[in-house]
């Protein structure tokens, strides 16, 4: 397991992150996504954490905090030293009924941080992120209230989730301008079959070095293999979850290149999926989620998948983006100046 820094910062973490989102659901959209209790989720940090994985994802929205309640008790049960392990978890759907109880205002991150280290039993935060931009909330009320933050202890470092280049960039420039704490890294979705990020997202993060953590790299099951070029399988969380969204119009061709390779590779197709991801510059972490203790197994494997130039290319060529302006205009004007 390889350790990484994350963006602009002295923490290193490993290649791989425990997803927490399985943990705790009961009904509704989290019963659907996994109902783990805390034995099967003890089961899972401690396979993780004797393969090398020293980062951990939750969010106090999964299973309406139950995920971080389990995590923090994971913790304690396999007697993991606070640090040896590095915990990120965050902030910004509802919490409540009330208008307030939502959101990336001071009052809602400020009550919510207090909350989650409750949950979670610990006295720090090691990475507090906004889990979606809030459109109702200036970007400079919600920086100042994270730097509030970090200057008391509670949090270590900060990260964002979901936002867009434009609104990334805003953060970054008012972070550096009010010398407030700097967000270090971005979790955003990217996959074989879900590469919009490489058009304005990933030039923002390699410019600003900016760590890029990946979630629902299999693209919700898609990946896994199991299903068809159509993304239908008779078992699965697609069946009653199915996010998120992908093009079938080019899945087929993206898994039949995928099952070439994992047949030459020797591996699963969805340690392929997880490899071409380890494999891109732009990624720090891949955050892997699973019901069972046999998943995680499969996707720990992926770090010792090795793609050659033509397994890449071969990717590569099923998958990639169709041109769109600006692209288009700024590779052409760019020749000018290479």
Same mark, same amino acid.
């Given at each position: 397991m390889?350790?990484? %820094? =994350?963006?602009?910062? +002295?923490?290193?973490?490993? #290649?791989?992150?425990?997803? /927490?989102?399985?943990? @705790?659901?009961?009904?509704?959209?989290?019963g659907?996504?996994?109902?783990l209790g805390?034995d099967?989720?003890?089961a899972?940090?401690?396979?993780a954490?004797?393969?090398?994985?020293?980062?951990?994802?939750?969010?106090?929205?999964?299973?309406?905090?139950?995920?971080?309640?389990?995590?923090?008790? %994971? =913790?304690?049960?396999? +007697?993991?030293?606070?640090d #040896?392990v590095?915990i990120? /978890?965050?902030?910004? @759907?509802?919490?409540?009924?009330?208008?307030?109880?939502?959101?990336?205002?001071?009052?809602?991150?400020?009550?919510?941080?207090?909350?989650?280290?409750?949950?979670?039993g610990l006295d720090?935060?090691?990475?507090?992120?906004?889990?979606?931009?809030?459109?109702?909330?200036?970007?400079?009320?919600?920086?100042?209230?994270?730097?509030?933050?970090?200057?008391?202890?509670?949090?270590?470092y900060?990260?964002?989730?979901?936002?867009?280049?434009?609104?990334?960039?805003?953060?970054?420039?008012?972070?550096?301008a009010?010398?407030?704490?700097?967000?270090?890294?971005?979790?955003a979705?990217?996959?074989?079959?879900?590469?919009d990020?490489?058009?304005?997202?990933?030039?923002?993060?390699?410019?600003?070095?900016?760590?890029?953590?990946?979630?629902?790299?299999?693209a919700?099951?898609?990946?896994?293999?199991?299903?068809?070029?159509?993304?239908?399988?008779s078992?699965?969380?697609?069946?009653?979850?199915?996010?998120?969204?992908?093009?079938?119009?080019?899945?087929?061709?993206?898994?039949?290149?995928?099952?070439?390779?994992?047949?030459?590779?020797?591996?699963?197709?969805?340690?392929?999926?997880l490899?071409w991801?380890l494999?891109?510059?732009?990624v720090?972490?891949?955050?892997?989620?699973a019901?069972?203790?046999?998943?995680?197994?499969?996707?720990?494997?992926a770090?010792?998948?090795?793609?050659?130039?033509?397994?890449?290319?071969?990717?590569?060529?099923?998958?990639?983006l169709?041109?769109?302006y600006?692209?288009?205009?700024?590779?052409?004007?760019?020749a000018?100046?290479?």
């Open positions: 390889r350790m990484r %820094s =994350l963006g602009r910062s +002295g923490l290193f973490v490993s #290649e791989l992150c425990l997803g /927490t989102m399985t943990f @705790g659901g009961s009904e509704g959209l989290w659907q996504i996994g109902r805390q099967e989720a003890d899972l940090v401690k396979t954490f004797d393969a090398g994985i020293n980062f951990i994802d939750t969010a106090n929205v999964y299973a309406a905090g139950m995920s971080e309640r389990i995590l923090g008790q %994971s =913790l304690k049960n396999l +007697g993991i030293p606070r #040896e590095v990120a /978890t965050k902030v910004l @759907g509802p919490m409540g009924e009330g208008p307030n109880a939502r959101g990336a205002s001071r009052g809602h991150i400020l009550s919510q941080c207090k909350a989650s280290l409750a949950r979670l720090h935060i090691d990475l507090y992120q906004i889990h979606g931009f809030d459109p109702a909330t200036p970007i400079t009320e919600t920086l100042e209230a994270l730097d509030t933050l970090v200057r008391h202890g509670h949090v270590r900060l990260g964002l989730s979901n936002w867009a280049a434009w609104q990334v960039m805003k953060a970054v420039g008012i972070a550096e009010r010398r407030l704490a700097p967000i270090v890294s971005l979790q979705y990217y996959t074989l079959v879900g590469r990020l490489e058009r304005e997202i990933a030039p923002m993060l390699t410019s600003e070095d900016i760590g890029l953590m990946v979630w629902s790299p299999l919700g099951g898609y990946l896994s293999g199991k299903y068809d070029g159509e993304g239908t399988e078992d699965g969380r697609r069946t009653t979850f199915d996010f998120p969204p992908v093009d079938r119009s080019r899945g087929a061709g993206t898994l039949e290149a995928m099952r070439a390779v994992a047949g030459a590779k020797g591996c699963s197709v969805a340690q392929v999926a490899a991801l494999h891109r510059e732009t720090t972490s891949v955050i892997v989620g019901k069972r203790v046999e998943q995680l197994q499969d996707n720990l494997g770090t010792a998948v090795r793609l050659e130039a033509d397994d890449l290319a071969r990717l590569d060529a099923a998958t990639r169709p041109p769109e600006p692209g288009w205009m700024l590779e052409r004007q760019g000018y100046r290479a």
